[in-house]
């Protein structure tokens, strides 16, 4: 097996590249990593044995590495809720998390959230010693990978962990975008970010997200019908490999997979605003045409990194303690908006331009989106 536990050189083209125009001013890497201290790494899990493995694992660490259980106010939100996002119960009751956050495939939560749970024992044994609740997400890369064969181990989530850096990040094929698809494309891991400006003040709004959804009718890149004009094969929805697998008559359903998005900034942010922040992203998917498929699991998690630990939650305090906590005021919440409905129609585009054509289990294939298809439409 061939474990590639870091990919963050950002060497593929991106979107803006092939002349899709965007809203909006992205930050100096375009990256979720352009908010101050957040890191990200990857593993990537690729092997042609007896049962192909196309899948990884894709941590992020809001504060860095050196912070692994930083408090951050949190919100989440489900456009469908058939998908996993773990730890979620707790966000909702509490309105922050404090463990690192990973994004794999649908079987393989339980590894990589004992994955974490491990990594943070050797690592910040005092939160460890206390009680955790890794939050880990998860969309469905069956088509490609055999996800049934137990590729993802928790050692894969500590080699993603310990591979997380701050700069750019590479896109598609890596980490646990590895074996997806997105719009009967070959999709996988995107990102993008936007600057939000007020006098002399500057924030950050990052989105990173694991585009397994749509389908190919669907697609529409800034206006244009690139799904329903492409020429290239759209294998996963057109032939009869779901009904060998079930031993059915029944088809795939195009558009079923999900996606899975994680919205940070360094703006401070309550918890209902963090939740205001994850109901936009649906406005950012719906710029690239999905309508929402009942059989896509569309989770989105938006964070605050501002605050340092105003919302922290410990044992032991002897006396009641009294926080406050800094935030943008409620009227002055629609430039965050903005931002993430840009970055997140941006992320997806970019997943669908780094990702590549792949082989995957019995044959399989994942046709790229044609970079020359997206030229012609925007005239390069």
Request: charged share 20%; aromatic share 6%; glycine share 12%.
């Amino acid at each position: 097996m061939t474990d590639q536990p870091a990919a963050t050189t950002g060497s593929a083209p991106r979107a803006r590249d092939l002349g899709i125009p965007f809203d909006g001013e992205p930050g100096p890497w375009n990256a979720i990593t352009d908010v101050p201290g957040l890191e990200v790494g990857y593993a990537t899990i690729i092997d042609d044995g007896l049962a192909a493995a196309r899948t990884g694992v894709t941590a992020i660490f809001p504060r860095g590495k050196k912070e692994p259980a930083a408090v951050c106010a949190a919100g989440i939100f489900s456009l469908n809720g058939n998908g996993e996002l773990t730890g979620r119960s707790w966000i909702e009751e509490s309105g922050q998390f404090q463990t690192p956050l990973a994004i794999t495939n649908s079987h393989a939560v339980g590894a990589v959230h004992q994955g974490i749970d491990q990594w943070m024992a050797e690592h910040d044994p005092f939160t460890a010693a206390q009680w955790m609740l890794p939050v880990v997400g998860e969309t469905w890369d069956g088509y490609l990978n055999s996800i049934n064969a137990g590729h993802v181990r928790p050692e894969h989530a500590a080699q993603a962990m310990d591979a997380a850096v701050n700069g750019p990040l590479d896109e598609g094929n890596v980490g646990g975008g590895t074996g997806m698809n997105c719009y009967g494309f070959k999709g996988g891991t995107g990102t993008a970010s936007r600057m939000v400006r007020s006098g002399e003040r500057a924030w950050t709004v990052g989105v990173l997200l694991q585009a397994n959804f749509g389908s190919r009718k669907e697609l529409r890149v800034a206006g244009h019908s690139l799904g329903r004009d492409s020429q290239r094969p759209d294998p996963m929805s057109t032939t009869d490999w779901f009904e060998k697998d079930t031993g059915t008559v029944a088809r795939a359903t195009p558009g079923a997979g999900s996606v899975i998005v994680m919205v940070a900034t360094d703006a401070p942010m309550l918890p209902d605003q963090c939740r205001a922040l994850a109901r936009r992203v649906s406005l950012g998917l719906a710029r690239t045409g999905t309508t929402g498929s009942h059989f896509s699991g569309d989770i989105f998690l938006a964070f605050s990194t501002a605050n340092g630990d105003s919302l922290v939650s410990r044992m032991g305090a002897e006396t009641i303690e009294v926080r406050s906590t800094e935030h943008v005021a409620w009227g002055n919440m629609d430039p965050f908006y903005e931002a993430v409905v840009e970055a997140t129609e941006e992320a997806v585009l970019n997943a669908l331009v780094a990702a590549r054509d792949m082989t995957g289990r019995n044959g399989h294939v994942s046709y790229a989106l044609p970079h020359d298809e997206i030229r012609r439409a925007f005239g390069g």
